[in-house]
């Protein structure tokens, strides 16, 4: 049921519509806006502070231009939810019953206002670079602008876009949305230059963009309806590059929002309700956190390095109490691989916190810089496997990403004490680079190995009969309800690329079956390299995961009915085979 059928936004069925709107109207329709985005979320969860601060513009955008024939990319869209709401899709917002009936990213499956699928950041400008030398070929005169926020600007494809799009030939509008925030605190050389040119008005000497070739403006407030409106007036139909550049508050109309921008640049439901509990046990990032303290305190020389997401991993306690120890590199995990490469050239211990969805940003480097010059890096990789995320937000890439490139090891943690003691080692061997596999499930506390060294990878085997569970990683506790239920050999394999042949060959002498278990991508996993190895040999493999598809926003249930990692549908199959 509509919970405002008061609102004007009802009256909105698209673009057109607004532009019937005067001034006072729109102010009306901004505050509305606002009220909705904070009633969702704290339901559903979601982007708060951005979507905040970005009313007034998306406003105004649509006001003036003409979408969808006029084009806007939206830079990791995020923050499109006014956008949405404006271009016809008010009522999943409006509607408790409709909250899950779009994606919190642009989608063109979606909607003709929306042009990509994106959720990761710095890709919008090289977009629109490759829209507008298009249009021009056609022979066609839209306007194509992207949109881009400050802390999007630190990550290297941001830089590449620029470059290109100062040298369009016709109409290219670069917006770039300066709140100073990118998840957390902007960093680098960038936040000078923008300050100075917040400070000037725009009119400082040493404007990075107008060196480069653009059409520079700026607005001082691109949260005043009035000043956006005129502001994309001057720009409409131009036949050269802009950059607009525009400050603008976010979290705007939310006073948490404004105190704390990273904390509520992505809220729960619980966080933005205050029903959250504090977490009392310990979790993989807590125990992560506080080996690498206990390693700094002990005097090893650490530096902890992170792209922009301090939060993802609760690295605020190292950037408050270690600092030195501590190196936000901005949205940039290019910069991070090779800023770890380096800091382990010349003899330090760098360890990097990755998402595993935005890692796949750095693969070149996982690769060229690490892998191939051997360094020891060490690398913590988070909020993988299988989930229900975004088809931009899915962590089922890290496995393929990482296991397949010569020598890096992916270890693969069963317990907090196991993930401890391979954090532990990796940050003493001094050979090779390591990843480990965060568990993104949750998983037993369990006991200190008997082994800590990771450097030849020996299974853990506990005896059955028939068939063998190798479960790798937080998979693991599945795999031990399907070996409690069938009396099943349980492999606990360690790593997610290294393979132990000899336990291998004894397990398909003594076994009629192997199953392979990981929460990740089945092409080029564990299973995948298990099954070749034992081609040759008279035993059936039986692989379990995710199959080679982009989910999207697919609940784990939905999921795993298709794939069948759950202990009734494994047994199930196991049956089939008698």
């Known amino acids: 049921m509509n919970k405002h059928p008061d609102y004007l936004l009802n009256k909105i069925a698209g673009p057109a519509d607004l532009k019937k709107l005067n001034l006072e109207q729109m102010k009306q329709l901004a505050s509305e806006i606002r009220t909705l985005i904070i009633e969702k979320d704290a339901v559903t969860g979601g982007h708060l502070g951005p979507d905040l601060g970005i009313v007034e513009m998306t406003i105004a955008y649509h006001y003036v231009f003409d979408a969808p024939e006029d084009k806007i990319i939206w830079d990791v869209s995020h923050q499109t939810y006014p956008h949405k709401m404006l271009t016809g899709r008010a009522q999943a917002w409006l509607d408790p019953e409709h909250y899950d009936d779009v994606s919190p990213y642009t989608d063109p499956n979606e909607s003709p206002y929306d042009y990509y699928a994106i959720g ?4 919008s400008i090289a977009l629109a670079t490759g829209m507008a030398k298009a249009r021009d070929l056609l022979g066609k005169h839209e306007n194509i602008m992207a949109l881009i926020g400050d802390g999007a600007l630190t990550g290297g494809l941001a830089y590449e876009g620029l470059n290109n799009a100062a040298i369009e030939k016709h109409n290219l509008v670069v917006v770039v949305n300066d709140n100073q925030w990118s998840i957390d605190k ?19 000497a040493t404007n990075p963009f107008i060196a480069m070739g653009f059409d520079y403006r700026y607005v001082a407030d ?3 309806l009035f000043e956006m409106i005129a502001a994309f007036k001057a720009i409409k139909d131009v036949d050269h590059p802009v950059l607009l550049h525009i400050n603008t508050l976010k979290g705007k109309g939310y006073e948490p929002a404004l105190k704390d921008e990273e904390k509520y640049h992505w809220v729960s439901a619980a966080e933005l309700t205050g029903h959250q509990q504090p977490t009392t046990v310990p979790t993989a990032n807590s125990v992560a956190i506080s080996t690498i303290k206990e390693e700094i305190n002990a005097g090893k020389k650490i530096m902890a390095i992170d792209a922009a997401i301090p ?10 109490n270690f600092p030195e120890h501590y190196t936000d590199v901005g949205i940039a995990e290019q910069e991070s691989v090779a800023f770890a490469a380096g800091f382990a050239k010349e003899g330090a211990v760098p360890v990097l916190f990755e998402n595993a969805s935005f890692l796949q940003r750095a693969f070149d480097q996982l690769s060229h810089d690490v892998a191939a010059n051997d360094l020891p890096v060490v690398m913590l990789v988070g909020n993988n496997g299988i989930t229900p995320q975004s088809k931009t937000h899915l962590g089922m890439f890290d496995q393929v990403l990482i296991s397949n490139l010569p020598n890096w090891t992916y270890l693969a943690p069963t317990t907090l004490a196991e993930e401890k003691a391979m954090l532990k080692w990796a940050l003493k061997q001094r050979q090779h680079p390591i990843a480990i596999k965060l568990p993104s499930k949750p998983v037993t506390e369990g006991n200190t190995p008997n082994s800590t060294d990771y450097i030849q990878i020996h299974y853990q085997v506990k005896s059955g009969k028939d068939v063998a569970i190798i479960a790798l990683g937080d998979f693991y506790q599945l795999g031990k309800q399907v070996a409690d239920q069938i009396n099943a050999t349980l492999v606990n394999p360690l790593s997610a690329n290294i393979l132990d042949e000899q336990t291998l060959d004894q397990l398909a002498q003594t076994h009629k079956t192997i199953v392979t278990l990981e929460d990740d991508l089945l092409d080029g996993g564990l299973g995948q390299k298990i099954a070749s190895y034992l081609s040759k040999q008279k035993i059936t493999v039986l692989n379990y995961g995710q199959n080679r598809i982009y989910t999207d926003q697919l609940p784990l249930e939905t999921n795993y009915q298709a794939n ?15």
């Open 120 to 123: 990761h950041t710095s890709t």
């Open 186 to 204: 902007n960093v680098g050389g960038l936040v000078t230059a923008l300050d100075k040119l917040r400070a000037t008005n725009g009119e400082t």
């Open 222 to 224: 691109g949260n005043d």
């Open 311 to 320: 939060g993802s991993f609760g690295l605020d306690e190292l950037k408050l």
């Open 564 to 578: 069948h990692p759950t202990a009734t549908q494994i047994i199930a199959d196991l049956q089939k085979l008698n």
